[in-house]
């Protein structure tokens, strides 16, 4: 009985031990899972919305690495006054991914302030990554609705004469531009870009 007892007491701590690591393994094989769909949605698009959204992408993969690889306390810092901080950095990538598709037409989900979001949540660094996590979805979601025939539709973009595919490589370089921000930050503060590890 005490053999029995013993046997079912190390089985039970067993379970107990593997459960993170269960629900770890099952949440990485859900991003792994949805970036394949990701991939496979830029490989069905093909043309130049399809290299946009592979730029788009590639920026989403490592803005999202880097911001989780970041520690919270950082999400603070600036290289100097009047700018950005760590946080502000990640949040204005999510405002502009809500605010530049309005030029060609797509809404901003109800609960949404672009104008708002790079300061309502800038320290805090769960609220950041999801917010920029939601604005990468909602991003996506803006280009894939395009019809083809409207890629060349005109538009003004700030002022200037642009077509919803310029609004759109706008956001791809934006997107990159704020990565190698982020990147110069991270690199002040002797973290390591997971992807260069």
């Given at each position: ?75 603070g ?38 104008q ?7 320290g ?74």
């Open positions: 009985m005490k053999r029995l007892f013993g046997s079912a007491a190390i089985l039970a701590l067993a379970c107990a031990l593997s459960l993170p690591a269960y629900a770890q393994s099952k949440k990485t094989m859900e991003k792994t899972a949805k970036r394949e769909d990701m991939r496979e949605q830029v490989k069905s698009t093909g043309g130049v919305r399809g290299s946009i959204l592979f730029q788009i992408d590639q920026a989403r993969e490592k803005l999202i690495a880097l911001a989780n690889a970041t520690p919270a306390e950082k999400y810092w600036r290289p100097a006054e009047g700018v950005r901080t760590t946080g502000e950095v990640f949040n204005h990538v999510a405002s502009a991914n809500y605010f530049l598709p309005t030029f060609w037409g797509a809404k901003v989900p109800a609960g949404v302030n672009p708002t979001l790079e300061k309502e949540m800038s805090d660094k769960a609220k950041t990554i999801d917010a920029m996590t939601r604005s990468f979805d909602h991003l996506r979601e803006a280009i894939l609705a395009v019809p083809d025939a409207d890629l060349d539709r005109k538009i003004k973009l700030f002022g200037q004469d642009a077509t919803v595919r310029d609004a759109m490589m706008v956001l791809a370089s934006h997107a990159h531009e704020h990565l190698g921000q982020s990147i110069a930050y991270a690199r002040s503060n002797g973290i390591v870009p997971p992807w260069s590890k």
